[in-house]
């Protein structure tokens, strides 16, 4: 929500994660579904409201009605959900900027967002998701409080008192002092500085933060703004050693938002206190064809680990940049295929089209939750990384690109060989991608994104044709298909571990005859953003 204020730098971001070795082992294989509760869905009995953005007001979604839209969630095989912060937030008349909707205003900590519904119905949300072997990443703001006062009184705030604040002060983006102790927001809506460095707010944080966990069962967080924290002069954002305490005293799975430079290296430093991992360049260079990220020492850093998405609260929506469909759907590939945590946003499923903040904060009831093009896309995606990460090495395999153009890119992880391109929907006569693989010839390969059967030329050669449109391959082993419940294969319920969403046997067989489109990034530069 922030990003009211720092959209002009989003491109900068990246996500970094942190957190115990074991919990991030754990999150490694999931895919998760990152929705906004008061837009995701409302509780049976009540009405849907029609909910314009650009009022910036509740529309009535609830943790219950999150839960009873599991279904939804799971069936496409997400194997975790990401909800907006749960805590109580400012209660007063409408700002400038409206309403806190979206949870990120924090009031008191020790309270929850009574919009949102009551403890039990938190409780129950958790108690249902672990039930169905999925995961639980809340939300938390940690860096400020919200107010509408540059001289707050903080009797309402878990810190009470002001000594526990940095000093009001209008941050200058340009100078990195001004960011690590002045104020987000502005003088109508200002967000006032915690001030991190202080050994009694890092005790209390602490301790909140352990209880919360525990109390509501919580399997990750995700952390608001994470790298404004203030920090030592060495670390460009973030005060290094606050997270190893914090995320140490969660005990569980830590996912920051960080705004690095425009250069990569100094989100590649964040290797030494976190589990470091970044996917904005990647977003960067899927996005847009024409912005290069730097190739930066990337080596070092657990891409297994990165949060990949296309679309997040702040970000316009992808179909705003890009309406081709298949630029949706090979770009998708990619953040399923490579390394990285697969993020979804709700409404992706359904092509929204809304640009950023507040418009790309739609309900998503009126999509009427349908099986669409998209949602059986997805479900297809997330099949095949299940599969692959229960029944193989394939997440701690490495992706090798095998050849890049400036149709697209051929890369293999594992035994799956994923064929790209930006060449977009309609047919695209003479362009083909042809690549080398390591399968002997003869060998038999099957297209899970059409079903269609393959053959390995000579040489262990590939060529993809696109005179139909551009439609993402992604090549499987043949005999790898057993068990999958993709391509008409049953899915092997023994193997099948908690957690994973019911496959969809045929669902893929619905894109045979689908234009294929895509116009997006420059492939060489995704390669390079990933350091490959
Ligand atoms: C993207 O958003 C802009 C700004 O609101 C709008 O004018 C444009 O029509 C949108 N593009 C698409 C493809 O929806
Ligand atoms: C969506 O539609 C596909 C194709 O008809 C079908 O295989 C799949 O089961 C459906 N998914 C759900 C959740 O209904």
């Known amino acids: 929500m922030f990003c009211n204020w720092l959209y002009t730098s989003y491109l900068l971001s990246a996500f970094v994660t942190f957190g115990l070795a074991a919990t991030a082992d754990e999150w490694r294989g999931r895919s998760i579904y990152q929705l906004l509760t008061d837009r995701f869905a409302v509780p049976s009995g009540t009405l849907e409201s029609h909910c314009d953005t650009s009022k910036?007001?509740?529309?009535?979604?609830?943790?219950?009605?999150?839960?009873?839209?599991?279904?939804?969630?799971?069936?496409?095989?997400?194997?975790?959900?990401?909800?907006?912060?749960?805590?109580?937030?400012?209660?007063?008349?409408?700002?400038?900027?409206?309403?806190?909707?979206?949870?990120?205003?924090?009031?008191?900590?020790?309270?929850?967002?009574?919009?949102?519904?009551?403890?039990d119905d938190l409780k129950a949300l958790s108690a249902d998701l672990h039930r169905r072997g999925m995961y639980l990443m809340v939300d938390v703001v940690i860096n400020h409080v919200m107010s509408i006062s540059t001289t707050p009184d903080y009797s309402g705030y878990?810190?009470?008192d002001e000594s526990f604040y940095h000093p009001y002060c209008p941050i200058d983006y340009s100078d990195s002092t001004s960011e690590k102790i002045c104020w987000m927001g502005d003088e109508m809506v200002p967000l006032p500085d915690v001030d991190t460095t202080n050994p009694t707010v890092i005790k209390r944080y602490g301790e909140w933060v352990q209880g919360f966990v525990k109390e509501y069962s919580i399997d990750g967080l995700r952390i608001d703004a994470s790298d404004i924290l203030t920090y030592s002069d060495s670390e460009r954002h973030v005060q290094a050693d606050f997270w190893p305490e914090f995320c140490g005293k969660a005990g569980v799975f830590c996912m920051g938002e960080v705004?690095?430079?425009?250069?990569?290296?100094?989100?590649?430093?964040?290797?030494?206190?976190?589990?470091?991992?970044?996917?904005?360049?990647?977003?960067?260079?899927?996005?847009?064809?024409?912005?290069?990220?730097?190739?930066?020492?990337?080596?070092?850093?657990?891409?297994?680990?990165?949060?990949?998405?296309?679309?997040?609260?702040?970000?316009?929506?992808?179909?705003?940049?890009?309406?081709?469909?298949?630029?949706?759907?090979?770009?998708?590939?990619?953040?399923?295929?490579?390394?990285?945590?697969?993020?979804?946003?709700?409404?992706?499923?359904?092509?929204?089209?809304?640009p950023g903040?507040?418009?790309?904060?739609?309900?998503?009831?009126?999509?009427?939750?349908?099986?669409?093009?998209?949602?059986?896309?997805?479900?297809?995606?997330?099949?095949?990384?299940?599969?692959?990460?229960?029944?193989?090495?394939?997440?701690?395999?490495?992706?090798?690109?095998?050849?890049?153009?400036?149709?697209?890119?051929?890369?293999?992880k594992g035994t799956v060989i994923s064929v790209l391109t930006n060449v977009g929907s309609p047919p695209s006569i003479g362009t083909h991608i042809t690549t080398k693989s390591p399968y002997p010839v003869s060998m038999r390969l099957t297209n899970v994104v059409t079903c269609q059967q393959w053959v390995v030329g000579s040489g262990?050669?590939?060529?993809?044709?696109?005179?139909?449109?551009?439609?993402?391959?992604?090549?499987?082993?043949?005999?790898?298909?057993?068990?999958s419940g993709l391509c008409g294969e049953q899915l092997d319920e023994v193997k099948r571990s908690g957690g994973q969403a019911d496959p969809l046997g045929s669902s893929a067989l619905s894109f045979r005859s689908r234009p294929y489109t895509l116009l997006l990034a420059s492939w060489t530069a995704v390669g390079l953003g990933l350091g490959l």
């Open 56 to 119: 910036r007001t509740w529309c009535g979604g609830t943790w219950n009605g999150i839960r009873e839209r599991l279904d939804y969630i799971q069936n496409a095989g997400f194997t975790a959900i990401w909800i907006s912060p749960v805590n109580q937030n400012y209660e007063g008349p409408p700002t400038v900027y409206g309403d806190p909707y979206h949870g990120y205003w924090t009031a008191d900590l020790t309270q929850l967002n009574s919009h949102f519904g009551t403890s």
């Open 259 to 354: 705004f690095g430079g425009a250069e990569v290296d100094p989100i590649a430093n964040w290797q030494g206190p976190l589990d470091s991992v970044l996917n904005f360049p990647v977003y960067t260079a899927l996005r847009d064809a024409y912005t290069i990220p730097g190739p930066g020492d990337v080596a070092g850093l657990d891409m297994s680990l990165l949060g990949n998405f296309l679309e997040n609260h702040d970000l316009p929506r992808w179909h705003n940049l890009s309406v081709d469909p298949q630029s949706l759907h090979n770009a998708m590939a990619w953040n399923f295929m490579t390394e990285g945590i697969p993020i979804v946003y709700y409404g992706q499923e359904h092509g929204f089209t809304a």
């Open 460 to 483: 262990g050669s590939i060529d993809v044709d696109y005179s139909l449109g551009g439609v993402p391959v992604i090549l499987l082993p043949s005999n790898q298909l057993e068990g």
């Open 357 to 412: 903040d507040p418009d790309n904060r739609e309900a998503l009831w009126p999509s009427g939750y349908a099986n669409s093009t998209t949602y059986q896309f997805i479900t297809m995606l997330n099949q095949l990384r299940n599969t692959l990460i229960r029944t193989t090495d394939w997440l701690s395999t490495e992706t090798v690109i095998l050849t890049s153009s400036p149709h697209g890119v051929a890369f293999i």
């Open 158 to 160: 878990l810190f009470k």
